[in-house]
């Protein structure tokens, strides 16, 4: 069975071209990054599928008034399995904004093929992955084989803003989708070699504070409370001050601390010689999981205390996005069949790692589901001339086919 599998995806290398070319043509970014959503991309990969043999699908549309269709769309295909346990395949439709595109050597939306490389806005993430997953599930339609697990295969929207209309809703809206005794791969994070093995996430803490003072004349400082000069000075603290005081490390990330980095600064006034009596700034936190991220906004109410009483000024602050993460065991059914998988198809001894970015997978774990992030990749996702090798497609999706046969 494992060769005719292994035949058949190599074979069909074509499949994944053909694919990300459609797939690439139709873009599906976030209301939030000024974009329409995923409907016109799932519509299209819906009918593909269909045509090309998967035909139990379903949709689950997440409502949302800003997108296309006033619906953010989610889609789920299962191939039937011998026994009743399940593996979910789980990527995501939605891409970022191409950026600067006069640093694109192609458009952006048009697949160029370059030797292996299908160069492209998403051809990498995360349309390597989900194409690599039908890629495995159609070598078991396509010759009639039944694999051993049922594969249920999701792709996801709103994953690159936070999957508040995507994974994160599905639980939320339909959690009876899935099981504990359900077996995740997201492939949504790895590395050159295929090496790593996501099993753990930082906790995120993104946060915007809004600093108001008194606007005055640039000569008059002591006529006002200078916002921008407060807000700098709380930047500071709350970079210095959370370092220090949540300094455990862990060698399973990379950086093996906890991060607390200012990012986003809004303007303030439009001309030099005005004092400005507002300033606001946000920050992008990554908390190992060992540390709550209450126990983070404690210690930023107690430093956000002392800067309102040093420059008389009110700091008022919004949570953009909070998300805990519980870790997946090293020794989980997941993470031993990936790492046997990984090793068959490539040749190389995996290891557990921890990451600071955020993955579907925290939201599985929350519920109790053993999952792991993998995907052999050049990492070039969200750069400009982003692209995916043909060769990790099927080679991934070989890693996907012999899980779906390894029995849970």
């Known amino acids: 069975m494992k060769e005719e599998i292994f035949k058949w995806i190599d074979n069909n290398a074509g499949i994944a071209v053909e694919l ?16 329409e959503g995923e409907l016109d991309k799932c519509v299209f990969l819906e009918q593909w599928l269909k ?46 904004p191409p950026g600067e595109e006069k640093l694109w050597e192609s458009d952006p939306w048009t697949v160029v ?28 339609n396509a010759q009639g084989i039944k694999p051993s697990l ?4 999701l792709f996801a929207a709103d994953e690159e803003v936070g999957s508040v209309y995507g994974i994160d809703w599905l639980v939320k809206n339909h959690g009876s989708l899935f099981r504990a005794d359900d077996m995740a791969l997201i492939p ?20 915007q504070f809004t600093t108001k003072g008194s606007q005055t004349h640039g000569s008059r400082p002591d006529l006002g409370s200078n916002a921008f000069l407060a807000a700098s000075d709380l930047a500071v603290r709350l970079h210095s001050g959370l370092h220090a005081k ?16 200012p ?46 009483s040093k420059y008389r000024v009110t700091v008022e602050y919004s949570i953009s996005q909070m998300m ?55 990492i070039t996702l969200h750069q400009p001339n982003e692209y995916a090798l043909v060769e990790n497609i099927t080679g991934d999706a070989r890693v996907m086919a012999l899980l779906a046969m390894s029995g849970g």
Request: net charge neutral; glycine share 8%; hydrophobic share 35%.
């Open 263 to 308: 990012t986003k600064r809004e303007a303030n006034v439009p001309n030099i010689n005005t004092i400005p009596g507002t300033d606001v700034f946000c920050m992008d936190m990554r908390i190992l999981p060992r540390y709550s991220p209450d126990s983070v906004l404690a210690e930023i109410e107690r430093i956000k205390s002392e800067v309102e």
């Open 113 to 140: 093929q370059k030797g292996s490389r299908l160069v492209g806005r998403g051809t990498e993430d995360n349309q390597q992955g989900l194409v690599s997953s039908v890629l495995a599930a159609m070598a078991f």
């Open 324 to 378: 805990k993460s519980k870790p997946t065991d090293k020794d989980a059914v997941i993470v031993k069949k990936l790492s046997e998988a990984v090793n068959e198809v490539y040749a190389v001894k995996s290891r557990p790692v921890g990451i600071g970015g955020g993955t579907m997978a925290a939201y599985l774990r929350n519920i109790g589901i053993d999952c792991a992030v993998w995907t052999k990749t050049d």
């Open 150 to 153: 049922t594969i249920k295969l």
């Open 20 to 35: 990300e070319t459609e797939l690439t043509k139709r873009p599906a970014i976030s209301p939030e990054s000024g974009g």
């Open 51 to 96: 045509k090309n043999g998967i035909t139990r699908l379903e949709r689950y549309d997440a409502p949302d008034s800003r997108a296309k269709g006033n619906v953010r769309p989610n889609l789920i295909a299962t191939i039937p399995g011998t026994g009743e346990k399940r593996f979910w395949i789980m990527s995501h439709l939605d891409v970022v």
């Open 246 to 261: 949540f300094s455990d490390r862990d060698p399973l990330f990379e950086p093996d601390y906890s991060t607390f980095e």
């Open 188 to 207: 949504d994070g790895g590395d050159k070699n295929g090496e790593f093995i996501e099993i753990a996430e930082k906790n995120i803490l993104w946060m």
